[in-house]
């Protein structure tokens, strides 16, 4: 009977499928929030070693279950030394939601080989894509901590992060029959919206560079200071913003007329008013640790939701 179900499933034409991939894409954007999370708790470094914690497959939760030579995996960490079972558990906890990623990721793939390897090859390759994508951030996360956690390695993290969820959206792009006829100035300003925001996350991973030294210099205490060390890199993020707002809600508005297109811009007219907000949290309410993860959701939905937008402009 569980066999005939998943015959079914994967005959089942291309509504399953979609979904499925809807389904990864809201995944995608899960992992990218427990990676939030992991940062603003400082529970990265919470297993030392990689892909194992402490050396085993299931972490310790408390000091007497470390192994003999644990001292050896605490010497490892930035900032305390010492074990902290709360913060090995978000790590381990993320770390889990990636391998479970992966295993979702494996899953599309073999359903795309199936369902389009001769009628669309194209969505198979871009599923494939997505399977190496995600392996190569696997393999950068462990990167990370051997590197103890070095910025440019976290920046290229995020970029690739991303990339992975901008493929599910192509995919979906790709099997949309019909697509909305618009001006070509609308086409126009969805990319110099898409643009602007590329460029603003770039200047945001600059500033929060800065962010992750100022504060593990201060052993991440003084949090209102972290705003008035950082330099003239904080100051352009924060007036570009004006650019992204205006293109953003510019778009919100454009996009009424169109049902089809009225929810993308709905959303990315939440979006700006979310990372703007939670970005003016940050510089004014000394960086409230809830900000930190919330303004790199809302950035992140806010570039993959342009990118669709645009997509579904003809
Ligand atoms: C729509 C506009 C904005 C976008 C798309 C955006 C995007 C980003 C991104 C992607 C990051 C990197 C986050 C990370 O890697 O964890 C970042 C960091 C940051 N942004 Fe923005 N930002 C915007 C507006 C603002 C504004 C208006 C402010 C302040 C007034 C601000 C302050 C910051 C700060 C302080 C950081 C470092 C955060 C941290 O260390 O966790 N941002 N921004």
Not at 55 to 69: A, E, F, H, K, S
Not at 152 to 171: F, G
């Amino acid at each position: 009977m569980p066999t005939q179900r998943l015959t079914l499933l994967f005959m089942k034409p291309t509504t399953n499928y979609k979904r499925y991939t809807w389904f990864v894409l809201i995944f995608v954007f899960i992992v990218i929030l427990a990676g939030g999370v992991v940062r603003t708790t400082q529970s990265g470094m919470g297993c030392p070693d990689w892909p194992t914690c402490f050396g085993r497959w299931i972490p310790p939760t408390d000091v007497n279950q470390l192994p003999p030579d644990y001292e050896k995996y605490l010497r490892q960490q930035d900032i305390d030394h010492t074990f902290n079972a709360y913060h090995t558990w978000i790590e381990y906890i993320n770390r889990l939601l990636g391998a479970l990623l992966g295993v979702f990721i494996f899953i599309h793939l073999v359903w795309s080989y199936r369902l389009f390897r001769k009628t669309k090859p194209s969505i198979f390759y871009l599923s494939f894509l997505l399977l190496l994508a995600t392996g190569f951030q696997g393999w950068l996360g462990k990167k990370v901590v051997d590197a103890n956690l070095a910025v440019v390695k976290i920046t290229t993290h995020m970029i690739v992060a991303l990339i992975i969820a901008a493929i599910p959206v192509i995919i979906l792009a790709r099997l949309k029959e019909n697509k909305t006829v618009v001006p070509r100035s609308l086409k126009l300003i969805s990319v110099v919206a898409l643009a602007l925001v590329i460029v603003q996350i770039v200047l945001g991973t600059e500033v929060r560079e800065q962010v992750d030294e100022v504060s593990r210099a201060l052993l991440y205490g003084s949090r209102d200071t972290w705003i008035g060390r950082l330099d003239k890199w904080f100051l352009v993020h924060r007036s570009f913003s004006w650019l992204v707002a205006a293109s953003g809600i510019y778009l919100f508005i454009r996009t009424r007329p169109y049902p089809e297109l009225r929810p993308a811009g709905l959303l990315i007219g939440s979006m700006v008013l979310l990372a703007i907000s939670a970005g003016l949290l940050m510089n004014f309410l000394d960086v409230p640790p809830a900000a930190q993860p919330v303004h790199l959701m809302a950035a992140s939905i806010l570039s993959i939701s342009l990118l669709s937008l645009r997509l579904r402009m003809k």
